[in-house]
């Protein structure tokens, strides 16, 4: 379905409503909420940041691993030197020639790692993996927080392109008043002034039309620059649909809210940080040893070479050869000025910072699934009194048409039916967006909102 200047099909309360796409004009974007969802999470700023976040602590993680678990390397080096001397070189004095052309070739396979008594390495590891998981959940709440707003925003839209299909029926309905008033007017059955009240309903409900026309522009230009789609975009919501509420109790809600939100976990591992930097605090007290070891081969041309020239002592094959080394270092600083005493106290308001936000993100918690779930309840009654109370209005307006028109009720009786009728219209589109919003809001409380999947039965 496209859009276009006018309200396109519709399906509202069961009735299917059409008007015309302009004429000749060129076919602008046309966006589904999935497609809103993925162009707001490829374009937004924050999720491009919190990804290069989340890439950078990867890098350091991979980096620590270097630095925790011993690292193989191999190398290849050929060495080459050529010198000449008019005086036989710097061995001359003790009666030896200096070799004027020398090559070496050396491959070699090699290991070093650094064994941390204390386990300070385990716990740099431990610390590199809590921050990229914390960074993985603070980007997953970003995600589903941009999603919310960009379903909230596209469901606003189709608000107003329902209202606007009420303000249609409206006006259509005040055309046939207007010529019902002047049919009795000519009939002698009623007064001039009906007649002039209708037209002024008629001319009100006009001008109604065209300023939620325009509403509807301003809301998906006002999407589409906020998702960094192309501002001429236009989103395609043909009806609204009310996915259930989650069942169980609260409390079971808020068990399943403290296992999946990505905010609570990120004040988790931020707790979890702060305990493994407390535990750093003891790596002076062990000792640190170094491990190295390599093996490869080298060969020399040059002196394979020479050996030539003394065939009975020449040597078959290139020269293998393997190091292996240990170094134990312990240290312990006797004065540093305060360093070690006030890190400690830095590492213990470090935890007992993190333990007051996760207290506070566990509460928080609590209350959002608690006021969200029974805002989602709230909103699902008020939907269903909402249903009834358009039904019934748009009932009654239709009867008080009736009755005008065979002289039955007055103009005002009427209008006032017809008014009561749209108003109960709007409540319905109102209290249906309500709970769809609801529902969106209630699942963010959860952490079930997965943003790449949002939208799969919204």
Do not use: C
């Not at 509420?245 to 999946?260: F, K, M, N, R, W």
């Not at 905010?263 to 000792?287: I, M, S, V, W, Y």
Request: net charge negative; charged share 15%; no cysteine.
């Amino acid at each position: 379905m496209r859009f276009h200047g006018y309200v396109p099909a519709l399906v509202i309360a069961g009735t299917i409503l059409f008007a015309p796409l302009g004429a000749g004009a060129q076919t602008p974007p046309v966006l589904s909420l999935a497609d809103a969802v993925r162009y707001a999470l490829a374009h937004n700023p924050t999720v491009a940041q919190q990804v290069a976040a989340l890439a950078q602590a990867q890098g350091a993680l991979a980096l620590q691993k270097g630095q925790t678990y011993p690292t193989v390397s191999g190398s290849l080096q050929s060495y080459l030197t050529k010198s000449s001397s008019s005086y036989g070189g710097a061995y001359q004095v003790i009666g030896a020639q200096q070799q004027n052309v020398f090559s070496q070739n050396t491959a070699s396979i090699g290991t070093q790692y650094t064994l941390n008594a204390g386990g300070l390495g385990l716990l740099k590891l431990a610390e590199a993996q809590a921050q990229v998981d914390q960074a993985a959940a603070t980007l997953k709440r970003t995600r589903e927080q941009i999603a919310s707003s960009v379903t909230a925003a596209y469901y606003g839209i189709l608000q107003k392109l329902s209202i606007v299909a009420i303000d249609q029926n409206d006006l259509d309905y005040q055309n046939l008043l207007v010529k019902a008033a002047q049919a009795k007017e000519r009939a002698g059955a009623a007064a001039g002034v009906d007649v002039l009240r209708a037209q002024v309903a008629q001319e009100k409900s006009s001008s109604t039309l065209v300023a939620d026309r325009a509403a509807v522009s301003n809301a998906m230009e006002s999407l589409a620059q906020s998702i960094d789609a192309p501002i001429e975009s236009t989103f395609s919501p043909l009806f609204f649909k009310q996915p259930p509420l989650p069942q169980g109790t609260v409390e079971t809600l808020v068990s399943i809210a403290e296992s999946s939100r990505p905010d609570l976990l990120a004040a988790e591992l931020a707790l979890h940080g702060a305990q493994l930097t407390r535990k750093n605090f003891d790596r002076e007290l062990f000792p640190q040893i170094q491990f190295s070891g390599s093996f490869g081969n080298q060969f020399s041309p040059t002196t394979f070479v020479l050996e030539q020239s003394a065939i009975p002592n020449l040597s078959r094959g290139s020269a293998g050869y393997w190091t292996m080394g240990a170094t134990t270092s312990f240290t312990l600083p006797f004065v540093d000025y305060g360093a070690r005493h006030t890190e400690r106290i830095q590492d213990d308001a470090g935890i007992t910072s993190a333990q007051a936000a996760l207290d506070a993100a566990r509460g928080q918690v609590e209350l959002d699934v608690r006021q969200t779930y029974r805002a989602a309840q709230t909103a699902q009654t008020q939907l269903a009194y909402a249903t009834d109370e358009q039904r019934l209005g748009k009932e009654a307006a239709r009867i008080a048409q009736l009755q005008y028109q065979n002289g039955i009720i007055a103009f005002s009786d009427v209008a006032q039916a017809e008014q009561t009728s749209v108003t109960a219209q709007s409540d319905y589109v109102n209290a249906d967006v309500a709970y769809i919003n609801a529902i969106v809001n209630l699942r963010v409380a959860l952490g079930t909102y997965d943003a790449d999947n949002a939208t799969a039965d919204l």
